[in-house]
């Protein structure tokens, strides 16, 4: 009987033992389940993550390439409206510079024949008179206006427009009345030659006359030296001529040595 106890209760130990074991093994199996489970789904959000970051690695170098595009489109837009603004902004500057220089060539021109009608009325005794016409002058509008509409086409070489800037009168006695003397003789010329004239009209005419001849122009007219002497004491007094030819003989006539 005592074996039969040892025996059964070894039967029992090794009943319980091997269903320990059994239980051993179900649990690694269901660990090593998990485990796997586990690691499937551990490299598949792994992997889900490294593709995800990829396309995102992908989108974002496509992006900074569309950037940088851009920005060089941007960059040579730019740079070519930089180089444009430069050219308008040096066009502007010489613009300003050629106004600022025709403003003061106008000032320069106005203060010379200021002075010079001013000098020109008082050794003239007023025979002749320059003086500029202001704005709102009907003879200064008619002026403008006639040499505006009557400029040729191109004959300015820049420009096409005509800009009056100042208009002078000129009232010169002597030389008006050799014109009328002039045209009174024509006319009892026509008459002894029995020609009839309709009408006869006088016409303005447009010339250029050069800077250093302007003020010569305005007392004698286009003449020559010997008309123009001849003219002088019409203009001058005889005192003043005198005086003038006295001094210009005794400064062209050759100085005298002293003798011992």
């Not at 060089?72 to 106004?99: I, K, M, N, P």
């Not at 024949?113 to 008179?129: I, P, V």
Request: aromatic share 6%; net charge positive.
């Amino acid at each position: 009987t005592a074996n039969n106890y040892l025996r059964r209760k070894m039967d029992r130990v090794l009943v319980l033992r091997s269903s320990v074991e059994a239980q051993r093994r179900s649990e690694r199996k269901a660990r090593e389940e998990r485990g796997f489970v586990v690691r499937t789904i551990a490299q598949r959000v792994v992997g889900d993550y490294a593709a995800a970051c990829e396309a995102k690695a992908v989108e974002e170098r496509q992006r900074r390439g569309v950037v940088d595009a851009v920005s060089a489109q941007l960059v040579l837009r730019y740079g070519a409206l930089c180089l444009l603004e430069r050219a308008a902004v040096a066009g502007s500057e010489l613009h300003a510079d050629d106004q600022r220089r025709e403003g003061l060539e106008c000032v320069e021109s106005r203060r010379r024949l200021l002075l010079f009608g001013a000098h020109l009325e008082r050794e003239t005794r007023g025979a002749a008179t320059v003086r500029r016409l202001p704005d709102d002058d009907p003879q200064r509008v008619r002026c403008a206006r006639a040499a505006r509409e009557n400029v040729k086409r191109q004959f300015f070489r820049t420009s096409s427009h005509l800009n009056v800037v100042d208009v002078y009168k000129i009232d010169n006695a002597p030389l008006l009345e050799k014109f009328h003397a002039a045209t009174t003789t024509a006319a009892a010329a026509a008459k002894r030659r029995h020609v009839t004239q309709k009408k006869t009209n006088i016409k303005g005419l447009f010339c250029a006359v050069p800077s250093e001849s302007l003020e010569r122009v305005c007392v004698y007219g286009f003449r020559g030296d010997a008309d123009a002497d001849d003219l002088a004491p019409a203009f001058f007094s005889t005192h003043w001529l005198l005086a003038e030819e006295s001094s210009s003989s005794s400064s062209s006539s050759p100085p005298q040595e002293n003798g011992a």
